[in-house]
């Protein structure tokens, strides 16, 4: 049974930091892609952040380039988010997932997703 767990949410100042962890079983995680969608109340899901296999190559929305990034270690089954400079607008609730190949997350398919974890940014 494959699982994704997110952790690392919580409430932050704007102009904080957080970094959201997410840990894998149940697959093989160095052949998937992984990534970062986020869902705001009364929002549709956004494509946040895709880090192919490897880690040689990553993507990210306009909104959050140069104030996050995203990285993986294989070893351990686990994708990151470093998300700084936090904004009230990055309110949502932060999803990992995976699929095949990275553009596949940016184009919004993915074949697994965890429960998600809440992140909050106060004015």
């Known amino acids: 049974q494959v699982q994704l767990v997110e952790s690392g949410g919580g409430l932050v100042q704007a102009g904080g930091s957080l970094r959201l962890s997410c840990t894998t079983s149940?697959?093989?995680?160095?052949?998937?892609?992984m990534g970062w969608i986020r869902q705001a109340p009364g929002k549709e899901r956004e494509f946040v952040a895709a880090?192919?296999?490897?880690?040689?190559?990553?993507y990210y929305a306009d909104s959050v380039k140069g104030r996050f990034a995203i990285s993986r270690d294989n070893a351990k089954n686990t994708v990151y988010l470093q998300m700084n400079s936090l904004k009230p607008d990055d309110t949502a609730v932060y999803y990992c997932?995976?699929?095949?190949?990275?553009?596949?997350?940016?184009?919004?398919?993915?074949?697994?997703w965890g429960q998600g974890t809440q992140v909050t940014v106060s004015s």
């Open positions: 880090i192919n296999w490897s880690g040689s190559s990553k």
């Open positions: 149940g697959l093989t995680f160095s052949r998937y892609a």
């Open positions: 997932n995976a699929a095949s190949r990275a553009p596949r997350l940016v184009n919004g398919e993915y074949d697994y």
